[in-house]
């Protein structure tokens, strides 16, 4: 798989190639507008994270020209600008999803993984992990073929950690990701820790390996032995 | 009170004691000029029977008519010659008493001294002076009854421009990029006042958009560094060599950064709302938004043991659909977090208001500060921004949002419209209190 990173920000740019070139995904990066404009003539990516506000050029025109030569490449915006007219505008212009700054790579990496999953997979909308499958499409898990009985969240938690198999994902993350930009401070993390315990329980009931670790209360870990 | 009241009341009492010492001058004038006629009169009756005693050297007959008498009797010394008023019975009807005029003047006739009187009436003097004064005195109503109408006219008309002004002032918002209308005056201290206000509206405006953008250029230059500080430290927890101190440590940092990340997000989205960035809307069906806020909120909900209750009724509301939610979310998260363990929180939904009641341990704050920024109890980790961005949502639709402390419960109380059935006074509502000062 291959990725473009779009993002003028070094600091910023090295972290997400740090996060997702482990994930088996072979990374570029690019880090201004005239840069992603040669990289995108030369070649395909299965995945443009495109930071629009650039300094030498505004990244919707990229996309417009992205799509204007019917590219395929899936592409993920981020911006800074959390403004809902960029979200749409750039929707509108056929990105596949929006990011606004500050994210944890963990998000990032589950959208990507998704995008990508979209794309390329048409026909397959099952994720395996050893013994647990998990159906996109019908939001089911099954272990073994019996599906599970899960809650929203934690069906919602389990794909999470499928996506970002092998991570160490914070709770500040996973609280984002469940409760988006209403979080309600630390409140949160018994909620999490209640969610993870049931979801743990249920996996080992049904036969499952207990696949999800803690990491000294500071985050979770799936590990596919 | 009001300029024109206090502007008549002094312009009519000056006029009143004008006119009345006019009047008075002008009564002794005439009566003056008329009794100088009379005495004239008296003059002539006098000139005739001294030149008849002249000529007969014999006394006339005297004469007694119903408006002049002449009469002599004799007397030891000449009488000095004066003019006096009397009074006496009248000729027919003897128990009135009527004004007279009278001559006393001596002539000799035939070696005997007597005094002659002649006595004319003033009736008819004093009922001209009557009339006189009483057509002056209608005069003088008329004068004051049109003086005060033209003043009221005069004035409400020539201090409309003030008036606009004051309206346009009243109106003026910071948030909304309309300026002050203003007509056309002819008057320098009217069209001053209009270009002074205009000058400093103008500048607060200014001023206030610099501020704002400020904020929102602030607010969006952090994010990329928080962005880059949330990586890093997503990165960092993936070493598995790391002890649980650093660990520790590093969650720290995460909750800082969250937080950095929240109050900021909090900040651009006031913003955004005072910038009416927000302003498409569509009918939005409270009742259901509620129902899906308290699935939303079943964590905090089920850990805290809250006891909720609803009361709702279907209200429909124009409004934006995003703004709907986070007002709906601020509110209802606020009554949850600053819960007591095994709480209630009481939900009434009505056309025309919201009611949210939840118990809670006293504010620590002053209540008046409740939808301020920042203000939020010690213990508190949220933002303090929640209550102010769902009051600058309510104040952006018009809809009042107030706060009260009730039996121990804590009541966050939005008033769609204004109620049928009194609770709240109208005039607590903007728009009415405008129409209201707009009548005088």
């Not at chain 2, 002599?72 to 027919?92: D, G, H, K, W």
């Not at chain 2, 003043?151 to 309206?167: A, C, D, G, K, V």
């Not at chain 2, 279907?314 to 709480?343: F, K, V, W």
């Amino acid at each position: 798989m291959k990725l473009l990173i779009v993002e003028d920000e070094k600091a910023l740019a090295d972290s997400i190639y740090s996060y997702l070139q482990r994930e088996n995904f072979v990374c570029e990066i690019a880090p201004s507008y005239t840069g992603a404009l040669e990289r995108i003539a030369q070649d395909d990516y299965d995945c443009i994270l495109l930071d629009i506000s650039l300094q030498d050029g505004d990244g919707l025109e990229l996309l417009k020209t992205l799509k204007s030569n019917h590219k395929t490449d899936g592409v993920l915006i981020i911006s800074a600008h959390s403004s809902l007219e960029d979200k749409v505008s750039g929707l509108h212009l056929g990105a596949d999803d929006y990011l606004p700054k500050p994210f944890h790579l963990s998000e990032l990496g589950a959208r990507v993984a998704a995008i990508i999953r979209r794309r390329h997979s048409a026909g397959s909308h099952f994720i395996r992990l050893d013994d647990i499958e998990i159906d996109i499409q019908a939001h089911l898990a099954t272990v073994k073929g019996r599906s599970l009985d899960l809650t929203r969240k934690e069906y919602q938690l389990l794909l999470y950690f499928a996506y970002n198999k092998g991570r160490v994902v914070s709770r500040n993350a996973i609280a984002e990701h469940l409760w988006g930009d209403d979080t309600g401070g630390t409140d949160n993390y018994d909620f999490i820790y209640t969610h993870i315990k049931n979801l743990r329980r249920k996996l080992v009931e049904a036969g499952a390996g207990d696949y999800i670790q803690s990491v000294y209360g500071m985050g979770y870990k799936l590990t596919i032995p | 009170m009001k300029l024109f009241t206090r502007y008549s009341r002094i312009n009519i009492l000056a006029s009143i004691l004008a006119l009345v010492l006019g009047s008075i001058g002008y009564y002794i004038m005439i009566r003056g000029i008329l009794i100088h006629e009379l005495d004239d009169a008296l003059k002539v009756e006098e000139a005739e029977i001294l030149s008849h005693v002249r000529t007969l050297d014999e006394l006339p007959e005297p004469s007694s008519y119903r408006d002049q008498q002449i009469s002599f009797a004799p007397a030891a010394a000449p009488v000095r010659r004066r003019f006096m008023n009397i009074t006496r019975p009248e000729y027919r009807h003897h128990d009135e008493s009527q004004p007279y005029r009278q001559l006393l003047f001596p002539v000799t006739v035939k070696g005997q001294v007597y005094t002659v009187s002649v006595t004319k009436s003033e009736e008819e003097t004093e009922d001209l002076l009557a009339w006189i004064m009483l057509v002056t005195a209608g005069m003088i109503v008329i004068l004051l009854g049109i003086l005060f109408m033209a003043n009221r006219l005069l004035l409400r008309r020539i201090w409309q421009p003030f008036y606009q002004t004051l309206e346009g002032l009243r109106r003026f918002d910071l948030s909304k990029r309309e300026s002050i209308v203003h007509t056309p005056t002819a008057i320098d201290e009217f069209r001053n006042l209009q270009t002074v206000v205009e000058v400093m509206t103008e500048k607060i405006r200014k001023d206030y958009e610099i501020l704002r953008d400020f904020t929102d250029n602030a607010s969006h230059e952090m994010q990329t560094p928080l962005a880059i500080i949330n990586s890093k430290l997503d990165l960092m927890i993936q070493d598995q060599q790391l002890e649980e101190k650093h660990l520790r440590q590093l969650q720290a940092m995460y909750d800082a950064v969250g937080r950095l990340r929240t109050l900021n997000q909090s900040l651009l989205l006031l913003t955004k709302i005072e910038n009416n960035q927000f302003a498409q809307a569509t009918p939005v069906a409270l009742e259901a938004i509620i129902d899906k806020k308290i699935i939303q909120l079943e964590d905090p909900i089920k850990v805290k043991q809250l006891t909720i209750t609803t009361d709702v009724q279907p209200c429909e509301l124009q409004m934006n659909a995003y703004l709907t939610d986070i007002l709906l979310n601020n509110l209802l998260g606020n009554a949850i977090r600053h819960n007591s363990e095994r709480g209630t929180l009481d939900i009434v939904l009505r056309p025309e208001f919201l009611k949210i009641s939840n118990t809670g341990a006293p504010l620590s704050f002053d209540p008046a500060t409740i939808f301020d920024r920042f203000t939020k109890g010690g213990h508190s980790e949220g933002t303090g921004l929640g209550l102010a961005i769902a009051k600058q949502i309510c104040d952006n639709y018009g809809f009042v949002l107030t706060y009260s402390h009730e039996e121990g419960l804590h009541v966050l109380r939005i008033q769609f419209r204004p109620s049928m059935a009194g609770g709240i006074r109208p005039t607590e509502f903007r728009q009415n209190a405008i129409l209201d000062l707009s009548h005088e």
